[in-house]
């Protein structure tokens, strides 16, 4: 993230003291991020932002899939693919569930209930992965080698 924080630097022509004077943050805040001691907070990252005008999201443009917590594995993918037909399944065996207003759902409106049901699942999978015990996810991890 460092490298994106040189880089506006580079394009506002500023010195990393100048930046640290304007946003009021520390100058071995600065440091600590350059050389890899620390990652910077969600506030200094704010006070830089909101004293340059930028979107918190210029230091965010990272792929999530760079993120670790964020990736799922083929077997999450398979997981998440046999929770969603197993909901549909579930869904169309009760006749009355798939009902709108009193009406039967329009093939439109179950593909959008399909995909919103994917979504949920695919995010309590992730927050799954993220709150985890660092302990029990490097088994998992071993396990699926």
Known sequence: MYQKF??????RNLSPYKVALQANISQPTLSDWK???SEPKRTTLEKICTTYDLPLSYFY????????ENTLTQKDERDIEKRLEA???????????????GEPLDDKTRELLKISLENSIRIAKI???KFTNKRYQKDDESEQS
Not at 61 to 67: G, I, K, R, V
């Open 6 to 11: 040189e880089a506006f630097l580079k394009e």
């Open 35 to 37: 050389h890899g001691k």
């Open 61 to 68: 443009d990272e792929p999530a899939s760079d993120n670790k």
């Open 87 to 101: 909901a549909l399944a579930d869904l169309e065996n009760e006749q009355s569930a798939l009902m709108f207003s």
């Open 127 to 129: 927050n799954a992965k």
